[in-house]
């Protein structure tokens, strides 16, 4: 349920914190660590504060949020993200890749071409591309399951190390009043689980991502 929801593109990826873990070890995080972009193996994030939540800039702000009213008034699904462009954000950093190579840096100033990225929606995941390269998870050790996995890019292949899966942030707040809109998705009509047919309504998401508020 979660993974549609994310996949509508009805939720506004800037105005979220979120978590980009590999599908490959799902139990590691994207950072920025010691000067560079890795992937550390850890236990979840406990504040917005930590450099393993990131949060998405759009690089056409104005056409990314005509295409999410457009979405939200006739929801389909295309994914809006295809021909959108993001900067990813860690706290204080950016996510660029460098130069004429396929190794990530951070980054600081203005936008650069190098620094966009597009977040593309695939049947294993999401596709997190720069260009005609996409972000890859490599191990340096043997141990898929230590701390020695590393991010590069390279050329977009059918293969589980190009896959991500990109997750909210949960806010660390006890009821759901304590929400705004930011976290509001509209679900088309759909079939439940019994067969019963559900009208389209509208969703809060909060805490884990089992827990939600339907009103309509």
């Not at 191990?139 to 292949?157: A, S």
Request: contains cysteine; aromatic residues 12%.
């Amino acid at each position: 349920m979660f993974f549609y929801l994310i996949a509508c593109y009805c939720l506004d990826l800037t105005q979220q914190k979120w978590l980009i873990t590999p599908k490959v070890n799902s139990n590691a995080y994207l950072q920025l660590k010691d000067g560079m972009i890795g992937i550390i193996k850890d236990v979840f994030p406990l504040n917005y504060d930590d450099d393993r939540v990131v949060s998405f800039t759009a690089k056409n702000p104005k056409e990314y949020a005509q295409k999410l009213a457009k979405q939200r008034k006739t929801p389909t699904d295309e994914p809006l993200s295809e021909d959108v462009s993001f900067m990813i954000n860690f706290n204080e950093g950016k996510m660029c890749k460098l130069d004429n190579f396929r190794s990530l840096i951070p980054c600081e100033g203005s936008p650069r071409e190098r620094s966009t990225w597009r977040v593309n929606e695939t049947s294993n995941g999401f596709k997190i591309i720069n260009g005609d390269m996409c972000l890859k998870v490599t191990t340096v050790g043997d141990n898929l399951y230590t701390n020695t996995l590393e991010v590069e890019l390279d050329e977009c292949m059918d293969d589980l190390t190009f896959y991500w899966d990109i997750e909210i942030m949960p806010r660390n707040f006890s009821l759901p009043e304590d929400l705004d809109e930011k976290y509001e998705i509209f679900v088309p009509k759909h079939t439940g689980i019994n067969g019963e047919e559900i009208n389209g309504h509208n969703i809060f998401h909060y805490g884990k991502y089992n827990r939600h508020v339907k009103y309509d």
